[in-house]
């Protein structure tokens, strides 16, 4: 008997349990059952796609300056954060970063691609992150090194191209490119106007 209702206590605490998680997780404006689009959203090139801030859905991270929210949540990979509005909406707020984030690395080494062929090798390519004040992150020291590529056509040569790699940025009034995502497993080199089929 004595094991009957020790079973009955447990099963009331694990009620308690569920029900007290139910209620942080409505309070936290998250749903109980995720509902989400059956084919996620394609993002821009240098957004990243995350999950939101109840961890069901994967939507396209908002940028610097731009409202934010659980459900529409910062590019993190960017080091930007959702800073709530004082005296406003409490789940509302504005993307904000540092000055200028550090530069940053590709979380895993990527194959470059450049005119349909991919670099022998991979690579941990640096980017510059955003500034809190409007400004953009660009790069600021730079050097020249040489990616050998290969081709996966077999009429094609393989070649060296000379790139920029970057080494550090800065906070500048001219405009740049959107840092990588950490989910690529490729990365596009910017003004290749070369065109290839497979």
């Known amino acids: ?3 009957l209702r020790s079973i009955l206590r447990q099963g009331h605490f694990i009620t308690l349990v569920l029900l007290s998680w139910a209620a942080v997780e409505a309070q936290r404006g ?5 509902s ?3 084919s996620p959203s394609s993002c821009s090139p240098g957004i990243s796609s995350v999950l939101d801030s109840c961890g069901c859905c994967r939507v396209c991270a908002r940028q610097f300056n731009q409202d934010c929210s659980p459900a529409e949540p910062c590019d993190h990979i960017k080091g930007l954060r959702c800073h709530l509005k004082s005296g406003g909406d409490p789940n509302r707020g504005l993307c904000r970063g540092k000055k200028c984030q550090r530069t940053t690395r590709s979380p895993k080494s990527v194959q470059i691609v450049f005119a349909g062929c991919f670099t022998a090798r991979r690579y941990r390519p640096r ?7 409007g400004r953009f992150c660009v790069p600021s020291v730079t050097r020249t090194i040489p990616l050998h590529f290969q081709c ?3 009429e094609r040569d393989d070649f060296t191209r000379n790139v ?4 550090r940025c800065s906070c500048s009034q001219r405009n740049s490119r959107q840092g990588l995502s950490s989910q690529a497993e490729f990365f596009n080199l910017p003004n290749d106007i070369h065109t290839y089929t497979h």
Do not use: A, V
Not at 164 to 167: D, F, G, K, L, V
């Open 1 to 3: 008997m004595s094991n």
């Open 30 to 34: 998250c749903p109980l059952k995720c």
């Open 36 to 38: 989400c689009p059956s």
């Open 127 to 133: 980017s510059c992150g955003s500034c809190s004040d």
């Open 152 to 154: 996966p056509e077999p």
């Open 164 to 167: 920029m790699w970057i080494q």
